[in-house]
Nanobody, 115 residues
Framework: QVQLVESGGGLVQPGGSLRLSCAAS????????MGWYRQVPGKQRDVVAV???????NYADSVKGRFTISRDNAKNTVYLRMNSLKPGDTAVYYC?????????WGQGTQVTVSS
């Protein structure tokens, strides 16, 4: 089993920055994909950014150039640095780990961008 604990969400003004963290514990494979997804009420959960164990990244078009995903393999932790935040970025952000054909999710952290 894998447990994910997210932190770093909150309220920020448009143009501001936040950094999300997600610490994974339990049976963590050496090779996996970690990522961040987000969801607003009434809509599906969408991918924001993913990163492989080797450091390859992929971003949603809407966040390219503003968000940066990174990971610390020694700590089994993934980060999401969010700059130039917009009201449209408001959502619950979920951490995800994919390994061994299974997906694991964190409990979610609220990010609200508002003046």
């Amino acid at each position: 089993q894998v447990q994910l604990v997210e932190s770093g969400g909150g309220l920020v003004q448009p143009g501001g920055s936040l950094r999300l963290s997600c610490a994974a514990s339990g049976s963590i494979f050496r090779s996996n994909v970690m990522g961040w997804y987000r969801q607003v009420p009434g809509k599906q959960r969408d991918v924001v950014a993913v990163i492989t164990s080797g450091g390859s990244t992929n971003y949603a078009d809407s966040v390219k150039g503003r968000f940066t995903i990174s990971r610390d393999n020694a700590k089994n932790t993934v980060y999401l640095r969010m700059n130039s935040l917009k009201p449209g970025d408001t959502a619950v952000y979920y951490c995800n780990v994919g390994q061994g054909g299974r997906a694991y999710w964190g409990q979610g952290t609220q990010v609200t961008v508002s003046s």
